[in-house]
């Protein structure tokens, strides 16, 4: 394989940086995204650990910085609005439940866009309609474009990609683990302050408001539930859902239940993981949220996506002869943080969103100690992520290669036209 065109499916994190990686070792990526334009919704995302370095590397780091909502931390109120307990953003090394680095999942992906645009071709509106395998290529059927050959087709279109579904069928387990989160974003108001502040109400419900960097606040309601399909609903249904299941609810509930109903952006999702046995099948592969979406319980989502995607293309690049051993090292490095990542400890996440009043006050009472040393070991898995126990893997030298091969091609390039 000399210079390989690989398509991916999917511009939101794991398609751009996947394809930012792939242009720096000389490869040719296309990326397709179904929406017609980058789509620029969502809360705020942590970055973390490894994923933190993955951005780093690709010299974004003080864009990265310019752009966080600059969250203080979080405070834990009861009904009537009392702080019970707080959590700085600096707690646990910057890994705590609030990160050191949070950006809006908008401002983050329009970054990785533009720092790639130039280079690498994007198709919007568009999206793989059929694809069939052959020994040496991929041809492809886009929905609008036509019919395009691929050396390779990377699935990057999230927990409910089509792309993967195409290629591995049934072979994907969709893990309901119980609950659901609801999103959107409503005006601020001066209580909203610069700290995150959740209020956890009984019979497992919870409200979350973050200030965010564009003068917005940014509000989840979670609940329990062990119906799967509310995220099938279409969303005036899923609304007066969560207006009856938040009726008369304390705090700030009734105004965040109010401006919900106007919203921009409201979605609401299952809290579910993706599994699957192998994550690659031929000369196609998956990475992100298709391929090993944590749940956002974990708030590592986006790390996941992020270093999946660098791996995925560092190991192209190392095996640039041949897809399967790329696929086959890809998957032997990212499995473990990935299998350590999903595996929730028991009880999460009914543990978090407590049923009962007094269930409420013993998960006030463990946060208020969550800081000391004794429970910060014993709570180390529920209130670290493991974001740092994977060390990037180093391919500087493959950047070298790719250039000298890039001045080669462009030698060949001269030498036939003379
Ligand atoms: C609009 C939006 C809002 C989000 N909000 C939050 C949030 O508030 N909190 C949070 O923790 N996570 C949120 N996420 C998920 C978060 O971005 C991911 O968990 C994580 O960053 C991993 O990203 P990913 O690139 O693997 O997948 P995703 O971010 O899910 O991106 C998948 C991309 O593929 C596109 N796509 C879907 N189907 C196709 C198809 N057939 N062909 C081509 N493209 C397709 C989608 O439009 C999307 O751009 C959101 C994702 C999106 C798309």
Redesign the pocket.
């Known amino acids: 394989m000399t210079s390989p065109s690989i398509l991916i499916?999917?511009?939101?994190?794991?398609?751009p940086v996947l394809a930012y990686w792939l242009r720096r070792y000389g490869m040719n990526p296309v990326v397709?995204?179904?929406?017609p334009d980058?789509?620029?919704?969502?809360?705020?995302?942590d970055l973390r650990g490894a994923g933190k370095d993955v951005v780093y590397r690709m010299g974004l780091e003080r864009q990265v910085h310019e752009r966080t909502t600059r969250e203080e931390g979080i405070h834990f109120l009861d009904e009537s609005g009392q702080i019970r307990a707080s959590l700085g953003a600096d707690d646990f090394g910057g890994e705590g439940p609030i990160a050191g680095v949070e950006i809006l999942?908008?401002e983050?992906?329009s970054m990785l866009y533009e720092h790639t645009r130039h280079e690498t071709e994007y198709l919007f509106g568009?999206?793989?309609e059929s694809l069939h395998q052959e020994d040496d290529k991929v041809q492809v059927r886009l929905l609008n474009g036509g019919e395009r050959t691929f050396d390779l087709v990377i699935a990057?279109?999230?927990?409910?990609?089509?792309?993967r579904d195409l290629v591995f069928g049934a072979g994907t387990e969709l893990r309901f683990l119980g609950g659901y989160a609801a999103?959107f974003t409503i005006p601020r108001v001066d209580s909203d302050g610069t700290w995150a502040r959740a209020c956890a109400l009984p019979d497992g419900r919870s409200v979350l408001l973050r200030p965010d960097n564009l003068g917005t606040t940014?509000a989840?309601l979670t609940y329990l539930s062990s119906n799967p399909g509310h995220d099938k609903l279409d969303p005036r249904a899923q609304k007066d859902m969560l207006q009856r299941l938040f009726a008369h609810a304390g705090w700030e509930t009734p105004r965040v239940l109010a401006e919900m109903e106007h919203s921009p952006?409201f979605?609401l999702q299952g809290i579910t993981q993706i599994r699957m046995p192998c994550w690659s099948r031929g000369r196609v592969a998956v990475?992100?949220?298709?391929a090993y979406?944590p749940s956002?319980v974990t708030?590592m989502?986006?790390t996941?996506?992020l270093v999946g995607a660098y791996i995925l293309a560092g190991e192209l690049a190392r095996y640039r002869d041949s897809h399967q051993a790329a696929f086959a090292s890809y998957e032997a490095l990212m499995r473990p943080y990935v299998t350590r990542t999903q595996h929730l400890p028991p009880g999460i996440p009914r543990l978090a969103n407590p049923r009962t009043r007094l269930g409420i006050k013993v998960f006030h009472s463990v946060l208020r100690s969550a800081t000391h040393p004794l429970v910060t070991r014993a709570l180390g898995k529920v209130l670290r992520p493991p974001a740092d126990t994977l060390q990037l893997p180093d391919y500087s030298a493959l950047d070298r290669r790719a250039a000298a091969f890039e001045r080669a091609e462009d030698a060949e390039g001269v030498s036939a036209g003379a």
């Open positions: 499916a999917g511009a939101s994190i794991a398609g397709v995204e179904r929406a980058l789509r620029l919704g969502g809360q705020t995302v999942r908008g983050l992906a568009d999206r793989v990057a279109d999230g927990t409910r990609s089509k792309t999103y940014r989840l952006d979605y990475v992100g949220d298709a979406a956002g708030g989502g986006t996941l996506a």
